[in-house]
T-cell receptor, first 114, second 109 residues
Framework: EAGVTQFPSHSVIEKGQTVTLRCDPI?????LYWYRRVMGKEIKFLLH????????ESGMPNNRFLAERTGGTYSTLKVQPAELEDSGVYFC????????????FGPGTRLTVL | GQSLEQPSEVTAVEGAIVQINCTYQ??????LSWYQQHDGGAPTFLSY????GLEETGRFSSFLSRSDSYGYLLLQELQMKDSASYFC??????????FGSGTRLLVRP
């Protein structure tokens, strides 16, 4: 069974540009989460999809971040325009059940904004 | 606010036992999870405690005391490959994970 995949693995962009990150969850997992780790700090929650609906987006830092999950399969996270403080590692995770105790994480996308 | 506290770094020798503590203060609580992350890799699930007590999975055990808002991860018979970062994470009432800042474990020969 394939795990959670993320693309790209690395992205280097300039301040003001746009970047789109993609996450493919484990097949059949209705729950999809985005997290990020900035500057070696703790991993922080961004948002949670159940199928195509946003269940919780309380962690989204501002309106420069837009997440979508059309069709309830893969998800994209767009940052527009990117700022220096957006640099970090963006993780996607999925789980089969909302109350499931295990979230399966992808390898992350390392975003560097110059 | 919501916070989890864990030591930033722990060093131990191969074959030894190490305990990584985690205290938490969160507005909601369903359970305490532990994740392992090797450099550049994905966080991987190790254990989950929803109720007080000890959960054992091979060389790894995890403990929870809800009344003390405290848990720990116990690693036995340490191996070099156990060198990694270990994160405690609370699953809150909205099912999202709130992570600690991680403990870097270095296993020496």
């Amino acid at each position: 069974e394939a795990g959670v995949t993320q693309f790209p693995s690395h992205s280097v962009i300039e301040k003001g540009q746009t970047v789109t990150l993609r996450c493919d969850p484990i097949s059949g997992h209705d729950n999809l989460y985005w997290y990020r780790r900035v500057m070696g700090k703790e991993i922080k929650f961004l948002l949670h999809f159940v199928k195509e609906s946003k269940q919780d987006e309380s962690g989204m830092p501002n309106n420069r971040f837009l997440a979508e999950r059309t069709g309830g399969t893969y998800s994209t996270l767009k940052v527009q325009p990117a700022e220096l403080e957006d640099s970090g590692v963006y993780f996607c995770a999925s789980s089969q059940y909302t109350s499931g105790n295990e979230q399966f994480f992808g390898p992350g996308t390392r975003l560097t904004v110059l | 606010g919501q916070s989890l506290e864990q030591p930033s770094e722990v060093t131990a020798v191969e074959g030894a036992i190490v305990q990584i503590n985690c205290t938490y203060q969160t507005s909601g609580f369903y359970g305490l999870s532990w994740y392992q992350q090797h450099d550049g890799g994905a966080p991987t699930f190790l254990s989950y405690n929803a109720l007080d007590g000890l959960e054992e999975t091979g060389r790894f055990s995890s403990f929870l005391s809800r009344s003390d808002s405290y848990g720990y991860l116990l690693l036995q018979e340490l191996q070099m490959k156990d060198s990694a970062s270990y994160f405690c994470a609370v699953m809150d009432s909205s099912y999202k994970l709130i992570f600690g800042s991680g403990t870097r474990l270095l296993v020496r020969p």
